[in-house]
């Protein structure tokens, strides 16, 4: 078992479970695209620690766990829960461009004072696949402050959910921004929440949620370009 957690935590690892029929195996992927199966004693292992509450913190934050059963989808559901100290300073960038079916982000902080946290995601998806985050933020010391920003891509039939939820318990600042493109047949949804418990407490949120505008398109139209081709400098420019 602790070569088993030291192993994760040295690599970084993403862990595939793979049913195919009646049998399951599951795979450890490092950060370099290398895979080598786990034996059934370990993959216990890994399945109890998952499971645990009470398991090491930092291995639960480096930790995503891709599912594949069988039909050949990917799915990826990563969270990572920030406990920041007085003046820390974070800042995560999340970057998913088409190639994974379904994913469920939760990412939660809790500020001390003077603690600032940056979230950045870029989502496109497209087919069928699904996304959805969750951003949860407290900020509960004087001075801390939250930037929570979204930016992403619908297409074809793909749908997205977008939560924040920032809790302002002191003199703070926070700001949450989803934007969104809506193409063909694409659905996004946006549920912020905001909740002051201080006077002092200011906080924002910013949505806009829509089709790539025609006179965009037009415009670049007329420098030479196809409607297929300004659609993609837009959305490149949008997700820059």
């Not at 088993?4 to 793979?18: D, M, Q, R």
Request: charged share 25%; proline share 1%.
């Amino acid at each position: 078992m602790k070569r088993l957690i030291a192993l994760l935590l040295t690599t970084l690892c993403v862990l595939a479970l793979t049913a195919c029929g009646s049998s399951t195996e599951w795979t450890m992927i490092d950060i370099k695209g290398q895979e080598s199966r786990l034996s059934a004693q370990d993959a216990a292992a890994v399945d109890r620690c998952l499971k645990s509450k009470d398991w090491q913190d930092d291995l639960r934050d480096c930790i995503m766990v891709r599912l594949t059963d069988g039909s050949g989808k990917r799915i990826i559901n990563p969270q990572t829960h920030v406990e920041a100290e007085e003046n820390a300073y974070i800042e995560m960038d999340t970057v998913q461009l088409k190639g994974v079916d379904s994913t469920k982000r939760v990412s939660s902080a809790k500020l001390g004072p003077g603690a600032t946290i940056v979230i950045k995601e870029k989502i496109m998806t497209h087919g069928h696949q699904t996304a959805e985050t969750s951003f949860d933020v407290s900020l509960d010391g004087a001075g801390s402050s939250a930037k929570l920003i979204s930016r992403s891509v619908a297409r074809d039939f793909s749908r997205q959910l977008f939560r924040s939820k920032i809790i302002g318990n002191t003199d703070c600042y926070g700001h949450s921004e989803c934007d969104a493109i809506i193409m063909d047949n694409g659905k996004v949804e946006a549920i912020p929440s905001l909740a002051a418990n201080d006077i002092d407490a200011a906080l924002i949120h910013e949505a806009a949620i829509g089709k790539i505008a025609g006179e965009q398109l037009i415009k670049l139209q007329t420098l030479g370009l196809t409607e297929e081709e300004a659609e993609e400098q837009i959305i490149n420019g949008f997700l820059k």
